[in-house]
């Protein structure tokens, strides 16, 4: 059996709150249980939004809580020659099209209502079939993006934890983009090239992103790659039924350590929200022992304020 290889992809836009740290920890166990290996990963595509003193606080953050990593951290926005090679490899076979679509002319034109997906509305192919002469006048007054021909029918596949999951991405999505008319890269197609370019076996991550596992698996097999596979965990919600890490005044690492609370008391919170432990402080030792994939919640775990105040030694 080929070794595990995990990694954890976080997006340095903010301060790392207690949601975002729980997918950490789980892929860090996930790889640590299986005596395999675990990466980190800098999705720093959104220039606007990722700044080095957020890369600088998540590294802190990791490290005070003993998450470590095998291998030199990955930065995206030092990786476009590898999306483009992909780009091009697609280009090459017809896959992938110039598309100066803006979203609100999308909006207009989206006409099936229950095409809706992250990306909107269903694309309804409007660029699909430009001549050379129409991309070249159009070309003038916009920069293109670039989009996938996605496959029609069902794409399935078994997630590990939800079990088997399908979707036709040319009925729900259409025709995906890979590249923006700014130029960067799409999280759709980097996530792919980054995962199979370190072999990256398991990927864990929140339940949100289930949905986008289709659109990854045609880009593997359009680009001749190997998927890994996938555990798509629940996420932690407030008592608003906001996602935790979206919440404005959720528990940021960073001020948590501040105010003095022991990183083995944080460990014993995601614990509890994994499926063991009873909320009590734990150390990485005992959840590596303890942590079984098939023991995750396989629902969203609300966490209420006073709890969490209890819990972490603040009430």
Not at 81 to 97: M, P, S
Not at 175 to 201: C, K
Not at 251 to 272: C, T
Not at 288 to 310: K, S, T
Request: hydrophobic share 40%; proline share 6%.
């Amino acid at each position: 059996m080929s070794q595990v290889r995990g990694r954890f992809a976080p997006s340095p836009t903010g301060r790392m709150h207690l949601g975002n740290l729980r997918s950490a920890l789980l892929g860090w166990l996930h790889a640590r249980a299986a005596h395999g290996r675990f990466l980190l990963r800098i999705e720093d595509l959104d220039r606007a939004r990722c700044k080095p003193r957020h890369v600088e606080d998540l590294l802190r953050d990791l490290e005070w809580l003993g998450l470590d990593w095998d291998e030199q951290p990955l930065f995206q926005s030092q990786r476009d020659g590898l999306y483009r090679d992909a780009q091009a490899k697609l280009e090459r076979e017809g896959r992938v099209y110039p598309c100066f679509c803006t979203r609100a002319e999308i909006a207009r034109a989206a006409s099936a209502p229950h095409g809706l997906s992250d990306e909107g509305p269903r694309y309804p192919g409007t660029c699909a079939r430009l001549t050379r002469e129409q991309i070249s006048e159009r070309a003038r007054a916009r920069a293109p993006a670039y989009r996938f021909r996605a496959s029609p029918g069902e794409v399935r596949f078994v997630d590990g934890l939800q079990g088997p999951y399908s979707q036709d991405v040319d009925a729900v999505v259409g025709d995906f983009v890979v590249r923006r008319n700014d130029g960067v890269a799409s999280y759709q197609l980097a996530v792919v090239v980054d995962d199979a370019a370190t072999d990256i076996t398991h990927v864990l991550r929140g339940d949100d992103l289930i949905s986008s596992t289709p659109r990854q698996l045609q880009l593997y097999a359009a680009l001749g790659l190997r998927a890994p596979d996938f555990l798509h965990v629940p996420l932690v919600l407030g008592e608003d039924g906001k996602r935790l890490a979206k919440r404005e005044g959720a528990f940021a690492l960073a001020e948590l350590r501040e105010r003095g609370v022991a990183p083995e008391r944080v460990l014993g919170l995601l614990a509890a929200w994994s499926g063991w432990g009873a909320g009590g402080p734990m150390t990485l030792a005992e959840l590596v022992h303890r942590f079984r994939p098939e023991r995750l919640p396989r629902a969203p775990v609300v966490a209420g304020e006073a709890a969490l105040q209890e819990a972490l030694g603040l009430g």
